[in-house]
C-alpha cells in the first residue's frame, strides 16, 4: 500500500494525474516551432454575421474557415493541424441580406442562413470561376457527412501488423494497432473539387507550442473548406500555409540508409560500412536498432557497453567516414535508475534520492524537456548521436495524454523536431517516426512501421500507400527494404522500389536472424543487398547507385516540399487531373506508378516475373505514359503522347526500373563514377555536379536548390540557386509518327548560380550529359575551344578529369544511356558560364537517336546470355552475327563520335535494321537460353 501511495504521489508530481500541464511550457532560448506561425486570424478577412454565432475567415479565394458557436466565441489557439491563419487576405465581397449571408471571391461563393447551426439548408458554397472541376459543396451532419465520395484518400499511422488495408478512413475507423487508432485522415482534395478538413475535435496549443487549457477546440464547429476543383497542387499550397512547413531535413536524409535488428557492436560497424565501400555502394545514414542498449528494458537510454565499451569513440568513428547516426527509441517505460544520465534527470527535477524511475511524461513540459534536454542531449552533445528513430508503438494513451488527437506519435515527433531550435541549436532536427494525424507532416521523415510479411503484395501495396500520403503532404514515407532468401526476385524489386522512394532504408524487423538461420534450407530475411545471387547483386547496385547519382535532384524536392507542401512522390493525378487513367492506380499494384518530383515517372515492378530457361527473368509491365513528350530512360525511346489513353507494355529485365524522363528537362546529378568512394557522399557539397539535358524539346531550364545541407540557415536566405537553361538553335523539323520533334544545329546551355551559404564552392566542376544527343564538330566553354578525348569515362574514372573534355559514352549507372559529355573542371561557381555544342554534319535528329541506347543494352545482355553456352549466332561460324555487332555497336559509336561522324551517322541509322535481322537471327536457335535473349530484344527500342 505505501508503495502505491509513492507512485500515485510521484505521477501527480510530475503531472501525470493532469490532463495538461499547470505548469508553463519553458520557452527555451526560442519557441519550439522554427516558424513564428500566427493562430490568429487577420481581421480584414475575418466576416461574422450580424447574430455573431458564426465566423468565417477567407484564407484564400479558395479556401475558407467557418465556424459555428453558440456563445458568439471562436477558437483563435492553434491546433495539431493548424498552426497559422494570419494570411494576406485575399479580394473578397461579402453581404448580408434577408437574413442571407454571402461570401464572394475569385474563386468560389459562399451562402449561410443567419443565426441557424450549420446544417444542409443553412450553409452552402458554389463555384465562381467556370472549368475548375468544382461545381458545388452543401454541409451535411456527421462525422462522414462531408467527405466528398471520390475523396482520393490520405494516411494512416502505419502499415504495423497490417497487410493491404482500406485508406478509407471510415473503412478503417474501427482498426486498432499497439492500442492505437491508425489516424486515418482524409485527402485535402476529391475528384469531386472539394475537401472539408474538420478541425472541431483537434486539440489546442499555447504559445509555447505546448498543451493550451482547455485542451479541446471550444467552437462547435470548426470546418475548413477546400474548394480548389481539381487544383490538387493549389490545395496542398494552400493547406501548408495554415497547417504549416514540411521543414527541410538534412541532405544527408536524401541518400542511402543501413538498418537492421541485430545484435551490432563495435567491429560490426566497421565490417558494414566496409561491405558497402567495397562494392561500390553508396551509404549516408546508418540506423542503430534498439539492441544499442542496456538490456534491462525494452526502453533505454544508455549504450550497452559490452557492445560498445567506448560508445563515442564508436560513433566517432561513424562520423569520420561521413555518416550520419540516429538510434532506436522505446520511451514507454521512461526513464530508469540503470541509465547512465538517471541521477543529472532526478537532481533536476528536484524528486528524492529514492526515486527509481521518471515515468514517460508528455503533459508535464518541465520533465518532457529534461528528458529531452539531458538524457537525449547527452547522445546527442557527447555521443554524436544526429537525430532519433522513435519506435512508438505502446498505445495512443500513455505519458499522461488522453489519446485520439493528443497521442503520443504525434507529440514526440512534434518535440524531437523542434528540441535543437528550442535549444537555440541552428542543427536541424529530423525523426523517423510513425504518422500521428494532421500536422504531422511538419516533422519528417515517416516510418511505416515492421512490414507484417515480404509478398509481393504488401510490396505492391507501398508506392500506393506513399502517393496517398501526399495527399495530406507526408510522401517521404520510409518502408522496411528487405526480402525472402526464398526470393531473391522479391528483395530485388523491393530495394529497387526503395531506391525511387521517398527514404531509401534496409532493414528488417528481425527476420533477418533467429531461429530460421538453422534451417535447411535457409529461409531468414535478407537485409544486405549483396547477400543475393551475383545477377541480384548486380541490380542492388545498379538501383542504389541511381538513388545516389540523384541526390540533388531529390534534395531539390525536399526544398519543393517546404516551399509548396509537394512530396516528392506524387500522385498521377497531380498533373493529369482529367485523365481518367491518372487515377488507376490502386492498392493491388495496378499502375504502380507516380512522378518523382517535377520531371520523372517511375513505374517500379511490384509483380512477379517469368522465368525463362537457365537464362533469367522477364516481367511485363503496362505504364500508362500522359499526354507530352517523353524519353524512355531505359531504352532511350523518345514517346510523344497526345491523348489521355496511351499505356506502354513492355517486358523489363531484373536490372529495369521502368522510368520515363519529361521531355525536354534538366536534370540535375551527382557524376558518381569520379568519386573514389560513395560513403558519406550525400552530405558532401557539390564539387562536381552534372546535368542531364533530356531530348524532346528545343529548350528548357531547371533551378537547382543548394544550401550547407545540415543547418536552419537556410529560414535566414543562406542559400544558392543554380539556374541551368538550354536552346537549340538553327532547329530543323525531323518527321515522327505523332508529331514533329526539333534537333537544333547548335546547342546553347548556360549555367549561374546566385546567393551564398558557408561552405558553398568558389569553383567547381560541371558534367553535362546529352543523351541521344549529335556529336559536336566542335565544343566550346566560355569561348575556349574543348577537345574530344575518346577516353574521357576513363579520365574522370574516380577522380575529377585534369582538363575539359567531351566525348560519348554508353552509361547504364545512373540511367544515363547513350549519348554526348562535357566536362568543365576548375568553373568559378561566381560568374556565368557558356557552353556551345555546335552540330556535326550530318545532323543525327531525335528519332534518329530514339530507341537505339535500348537496342544496344538488350542486345550486350542477349548476346552475354547466348555467350553462356557459345550459342550467339556467328560465334562459331563465319556466318551472320548481327547480335554481336549490335551489341558492339555503343562502343563504336563512342568512336565514331569524335572520328567519323558519317559513319557514326549510319551506323545510327541501321540500327532497327540490325535489331531485326538479329532478332531473325536467334530465332532458329535451339538453346534454352534463346527465349531469354528473345524477349530481351522483342521490344528493345520501345
Known sequence: MASRVATVALLAMLGLCAAASTRPAPKGQFRPSLIDYNPLPNPE??????????????????????????????????????????????????????????????????TYTVGQPFSSTSLSVTAVAQNTGFTQWTYQPGPAGNVAPDNLLGTIKSLDELGVISLNCTENNSTIVHSEVLHCEWALMSRSGWAIYDDTPNVCLDENDWWSTPLHNTDVADLYGFFHGLDYKGAIYDYQLIGGKTIMVPRY?????????????????????????????PLDTFVIDMDWHTKDNWSGFTFDTHLFPFPADSMAWLKANGLHITLNLHDASGVNNWDAMFPALVRYLGLPNSTTVVPFNLVNSTVAYAVEDIVLGDLINNKHIDFWWIDWQQGGAMGGLEGYKQNPTIWTDHIRCTDRHRNGDPTRAMVLARWGGMGNHRYQVGFSGDVSELSWANLAFQPYFSWTGSNVLY????????????????????????????????????????????????????????????????????????????????????????????SIIRPMYYDS?????????????????????????????????????????????????????????????????????????????????????????????????????????????????????????????????????????YLAGQYVTTTVQYVKSGSQDVSTTVQDVKSGSQITVTISSNG????????????????????????????????????????????????????????????????????MVGVSTSQPIKIVLELATPTVSDSDMSGVYGAVMRAIWAKYNLDQDRSTPGSSSDGNAYLSVLASTGEALAYLAGNDVATFYSTVQGVPTLLKNAISDISTDHSPRTPYSQALLANAMA
Open 253 to 281: 536524409a536524401s541518400g542511402v540508409w543501413w538498418s537492421r535488428w541485430f545484435d551490432i557492436n563495435n567491429y560490426d560497424l566497421t565490417k558494414i560500412v566496409d561491405d558497402y565501400d567495397s562494392r561500390g555502394l
Open 756 to 823: 551564398t551559404y558557408p561552405g558553398f564552392p568558389s569553383s567547381r566542376a560541371y558534367q553535362l550529359r546529352l543523351p541521344n544527343g549529335a556529336p559536336p564538330s566542335a565544343v566550346t566553354v566560355n569561348g575556349q575551344s574543348v577537345a574530344f578525348n575518346r577516353f574521357g569515362a576513363v579520365a574522370n574514372k574516380r577522380t575529377v578529369p585534369p582538363t575539359n573534355q567531351w566525348y560519348y559514352d554508353l552509361s547504364l549507372q545512373g540511367m544515363h544511356g547513350l549519348g554526348v559529355v562535357v566536362d
Open 577 to 713: 487531373p482529367a485523365a481518367d487513367m491518372a487515377y488507376a492506380g490502386d492498392e493491388n499494384g495496378n499502375y504502380a506508378q507516380y512522378m518523382f518530383g517535377d520531371d520523372i515517372l517511375f513505374a517500379p515492378v511490384v509483380s512477379a516475373g517469368t522465368q525463362l530457361g537457365p537464362s533469367g527473368i522477364i516481367t511485363e509491365k503496362t505504364v500508362w505514359i500522359p499526354q507530352g513528350v517523353w524519353y524512355d530512360a531505359n531504352s532511350g525511346a523518345l514517346l510523344t503522347i497526345t491523348d489521355d489513353y496511351t499505356a506502354v507494355t513492355k517486358n523489363y529485365a531484373l536490372n529495369e526500373i521502368p522510368a520515363y524522363y519529361r521531355g525536354g528537362a534538366v536534370i540535375p546529378f551527382v557524376p558518381l563514377a569520379s568519386f573514389a568512394s560513395l560513403i558519406g557522399l550525400a552530405m558532401q557539397q557539390y564539387t562536381f555536379l552534372g546535368f542531364k539535358i533530356v531530348p524532346g524539346a528545343d529548350s528548357g531550364e531547371t533551378v537547382l536548390y543548394e544550401d550547407d545541407g545540415a543547418t536552419t540557415g
Open 45 to 110: 478577412a475575418v466576416v461574422m454575421p450580424s447574430t455573431k454565432t458564426a465566423r468565417f475567415t477567407v484564407l484564400t479565394d479558395r479556401l475558407i474557415r467557418m465556424e459555428y458557436s453558440n456563445v458568439g466565441s471562436f477558437e483563435d489557439r492553434a491546433t495539431l493541424a493548424v498552426m497559422q491563419r494570419n494570411l494576406p487576405a485575399p479580394a473578397f465581397t461579402q453581404s448580408e441580406s434577408g437574413g442571407v449571408l454571402t461570401i464572394t471571391t475569385d474563386a468560389v461563393k459562399l
Open 475 to 566: 510522401g517521404f514515407w520510409s518502408h522496411d527494404i528487405e526480402g525472402p532468401a526464398t526470393d531473391p526476385e522479391l528483395y530485388t524489386r523491393w530495394l529497387q522500389w526503395g531506391a525511387v522512394s521517398g527514404v531509401m532504408r534496409s532493414h528488417d524487423r528481425g527476420m533477418s536472424g533467429g531461429g530460421c538461420a538453422n534451417d535447411n534450407p535457409y529461409d531468414c530475411s535478407v537485409v544486405e543487398p549483396w547477400n543475393v545471387p551475383n545477377t541480384n547483386f548486380e541490380a542492388h547496385r545498379l538501383a542504389l547507385l541511381t538513388r545516389e547519382t540523384l541526390l540533388p535532384y531529390i534534395y531539390n524536392a525536399h526544398r519543393q516540399a517546404f516551399d509548396t507542401g509537394l
